[in-house]
């Protein structure tokens, strides 16, 4: 279906807007146009207004560089956590995956990306120096590296253990091997054969 | 994965609000949160105006219905079309539909929805009173029946003929048949049906 302009700007505006979000085409924006259009005027601008105060007001923790609605993040000024534990993740969404788990009551620590020479993204373009003056503060005794499982996210730890392998501080990485529910033919060569270099003792 | 409130509530809200959009679920709109965060200021601000505008400006065609800056909508104020015919659809996305073939050149008249005694639409309920008026003005020749092929759209066509078969107009409607790139055998037998009924002398 082409789109010209016969229905006016003002819902072309919000077809090129929505369409400009990840993985929307034209169609899917035209959907989501003649849908707010049919909605209450109130409802139209708390959507709008949602959208801009996710902008301006979202803050980002000083300490970790988690999203938050103050200095401090959720996670960070809550006492009942383990403060001796930094769990250092890619991004905000690696934290909502982790607590879902309920496995954790540690910290964490955002960078923001991984180093990739390819995208031309360097070791300073990550949150790292806030994330080695936290350890340079003392009372932390486990990182945990839970970057992606990619040849850039290897990197990223090999980076950062390199700097803080004298700290006398436990450096450790998520489990890597077969998932729950996969199959061992499906399972990639890599992944299955570290499986197997790390099995552990069988327990029922 | 669960999203507990940890990473505030500008975010907890842009994603509630982007959920309540048609197809997107809370895993959709967490992504298109954290797209709109990553991008300007100036570009999410855009983004939400055009949201607000879409509502407040858009205006709908006295005539036709049709979504329209001004009161005449692009269409209907285009001299170059045929102002003899008038094309009957549910919705704008219709208008966009038709248009797109550039097979059409006259009006269109927008329902906003068809006659279903299940989902409580009533006559009452549509742009009808409207279309009477504009038929009653005189000079159309022809009204199409585009609506969709569907027991309520054959029950809207039904109703409107009936209302207006004595003023000398010809009425059509979309022809049915075995779409473009069809196999036979998987095409609905009421289709197939119809298409031999109404099967065209063959040219070259």
Known sequence: MRFDNKSGKF????????SSLPGIGKKTALRFALHLLRRPETEVENFANSILSLKK???????CNNISDNELCSLCSDK????????IVEG????????????YNGLYHVLGGVISP???ISPSDLNLANLFTRLDQGNIQEVIFALPATMEGDTTNYFINRKIENKNIEITVLARGVAIGDE????????LGQSIINRKPFTK
């Open 11 to 18: 819902l072309e505006d919000a077809i090129m807007q929505f």
């Open 57 to 63: 007001d979202t803050k980002f923790c000083t300490v």
């Open 80 to 87: 009942t956590r383990d403060f001796s534990k930094i769990c």
């Open 184 to 191: 061992l033919q499906y399972t990639d060569e890599i992944t």
């Open 118 to 120: 390819m995208e031309g």
């Open 92 to 103: 905000i969404h690696d934290i909502m995956a982790l607590e879902s788990t309920s496995q």
